[in-house]
Structure formats: structure tokens, C-alpha cells
């Protein structure tokens, strides 16, 4: 099977004022379809910098990204969009709902790139706002939603064009524990069932515990890369 996401000594450095701030300085993984990864380092580490390169949002200054067994170097920014809207659903700490625009229409709106007609956008949307639990606040706006409910709309969002990878920074950052905890809920769900990679940012042990890998950054590169043995089912027996 081809990787989610496989990324071989993958760096970005900023020009900043002259000077050259190092984000990310060679970093190699691969994301298989289905994982459940926690991302977890010190603030600065580079975590968020990574997020945005594997969600296809920025690009690497060196090494090699592939994005669903493509190279982003080889792609320009309309058909580095479309990779990213066919492949990868992105939710943030900061919900990015746009602000005048009811919770159905927000949902329906990556579609507008797939070709569907405005009724089709709207009930493909109304579907998985049902599933996320909202499908009484189609029509609220942001701010006649709980911090909670807008960051289900933004996990619907990114479900609504049925991507491959889920990525999250801090989804839970600006949530009460309650809040937190239904959303973290939900995004588990949909690796469990759903089959969705999922790919999170996390500042909590519990949470990344949860994981069955853990990505440690520090410095702009990948510290520890922890995996939980594998449920094959292939039991360890001793011969008699
Ligand atoms: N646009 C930019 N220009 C210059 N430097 C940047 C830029 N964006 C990030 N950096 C630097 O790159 C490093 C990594 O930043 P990044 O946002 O990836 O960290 P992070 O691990 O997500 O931290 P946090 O936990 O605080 O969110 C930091 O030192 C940061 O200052
Ligand atoms: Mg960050």
C-alpha cells in the first residue's frame, strides 16, 4: 500500500531579516493509511512546521515529501491544491470558520472544488454535520455556537471531502476539558472506525499516550519515533 504520507530528510528553513531560522533540519517518516500519531516536542520544536508541510500547505527547502506517493516538488500551487483537497482534511486550534457563514455552508465549502451543484454541496455537508452530532445547528453561524460545536464544524470540514489524513494542532487548545474531551472523542472515532489516518499535535501525555506511535520533536528533528506493538493477532507461542 502506498504511504499516506512519506517524508525522506525533510527540511524548511525561514529567511528571516537576513538570517536563516531552521524550523525542520531533516526529518524521515512515513505515515501508513489508518495510523494514529501524536506529535509531541517543546514549543519551537517544529511541530506545527511540519503539520503544515505534510498537509501540503507550505513546502520543504530540501529533502522529499510525498503526499499520497506524490512529490510535492514536482507539483505547482493549483495541482499542490488539489492534492491537498482530495487528500488531507486540516483542523487547527483556532477553529478558521469564516465568520458570516452558517455551519452547513462552511462545511460545504472545500466541495466547491470537487464539481458538485450547490444542493448536493449542501446535503453531502448536512450529512456529516449529523455525524459529528450538530445536525441541529446546521444553519448557527460561529458566534451562535460553544467553542466546542465550532470545532466540530471545523472537524466536519475536513471530513466532508473524505480525506485520507487527518491532521490536528492542538484541536483542543482553546477548549474547556469538557469540550476537549468531546473532540478528542470524536477525531479518535473516526481513525477507529472510519479508518481515517490521524495525525495530532498534542501537549498531553494521556492524549499521546492514546496514539499508537508517538512522534518526539526537538530541535527541528524527530527525537524518538515510539510505535506500540502491533495488534496482528499473530500470537507469540513457544514451541512444546
Ligand atoms: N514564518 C516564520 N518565519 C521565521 N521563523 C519561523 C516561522 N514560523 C516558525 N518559525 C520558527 O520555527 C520554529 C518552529 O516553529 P513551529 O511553529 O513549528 O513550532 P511548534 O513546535 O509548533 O511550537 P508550539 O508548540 O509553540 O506551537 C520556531 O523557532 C519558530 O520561531
Ligand atoms: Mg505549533
Known sequence: MTPAIEAIDVRRAYQLEGLEVQALRGVSFTIEPGAHVAVVGPSGSGKSTLMHLIGGLDRPTGGRLLIDGRDVAG??????ATLRNETIGFVFQSF????????VDNVALPLVYRGLGAKARREKARAVLERVGLGHRLDHRPNQLSGGEQQRVAIARA????P???L???PTGNLDTANGQAVLELLEQLNREAGVALV???HDREVAARARRRIHMR????????SDAPETGDEIWERP
Open 75 to 80: 507539483l505547482g500551487p493549483a495541482e499542490l
Open 96 to 103: 478558521h470558520l469564516l465568520a458570516r457563514t452558517s455551519a
Open 159 to 162: 471530513l466532508v471531502t473524505d
Open 164 to 166: 485520507a489524513v487527518l
Open 168 to 170: 490536528a494542532d492542538e
Open 200 to 202: 495530532m499535535v498534542t
Open 219 to 226: 530541535d527541528g528533528v524527530i527525537e524518538q519515533d515510539e
